[in-house]
């Protein structure tokens, strides 16, 4: 009676729907949408690197913009720098801003191509809570269990394990 009981409930609509939620505000917060839920990691320690450009180091490559966009955001102040993912001769030549995630660290300009390190301004990180990996695993765990849930449902609705067993016994 157990197992009838979880088959039920994995098969309800309500189950699916709890599914395509999670999924949903999973993708929503990795995509900005859902910013308010993000993460500000302080940048403190600048490198010059040439022209307008400084470095800071990350320590790790998950938010490199060097295979696709980057989901993190680059803020003086608490307000956005950019453009992101600016090409690196930009930033250097041009800066005002312009800003690159590139494997473990940010190359950025200031808004106003002053010195981060004498300017007096606070530099922060902004990124989502949930990793691109956690991600993943994510969409793949709860589309496997969206595609169980699914076909549970579409199995035989309204039936029960006993009915299909007596179904197939009288004929």
């Given at each position: 009676?157990?197992?009838?009981?979880?088959?039920?409930?994995?098969?309800?609509?309500?189950?699916?729907?709890?599914?395509?939620?999670?999924l949903g505000l999973v993708y929503l917060i990795r995509s900005e949408a859902?910013?308010?839920?993000?993460?500000?990691?302080?940048?403190?320690?600048f490198v010059h690197e040439i022209g307008f450009a400084y470095?800071?180091?990350?320590?790790?490559?998950?938010?490199s913009s060097h295979e696709g966009p980057s989901p993190a955001r680059l803020q003086e102040n608490?307000?956005?720098l950019g453009p992101a993912d600016s090409?690196?001769?930009?930033?250097?030549?041009?800066?005002?801003g312009r800003y690159s995630f590139w494997?473990?660290?940010?190359?950025?300009?200031?808004?106003?191509?002053?010195?981060?390190?004498?300017n007096g301004r606070r530099?922060?990180?902004?990124?989502?809570?949930?990793?691109?990996?956690?991600?993943?695993?994510?969409y793949v765990i709860g589309g496997i269990l969206l595609a169980v849930a699914v076909s549970l449902a579409v199995r035989r609705p309204g039936a029960t394990a006993e009915s299909r067993t007596s179904a197939s016994v009288s004929v």
């Open positions: 009676m157990k197992i009838e009981k979880m088959r039920a409930l994995a098969a309800s609509p309500a189950t699916a729907g709890v599914l395509v939620v999670v859902l910013s308010i839920f993000w993460v500000e990691t302080p940048a403190t320690t470095e800071v180091m990350l320590g790790s490559e998950e938010l608490g307000r956005a090409q690196h001769a930009f930033i250097r030549d041009e800066g005002r494997h473990d660290y940010v190359i950025f300009s200031t808004s106003d191509n002053t010195d981060p390190r004498t530099y922060g990180v902004l990124q989502p809570p949930i990793t691109r990996a956690w991600a993943a695993a994510i």
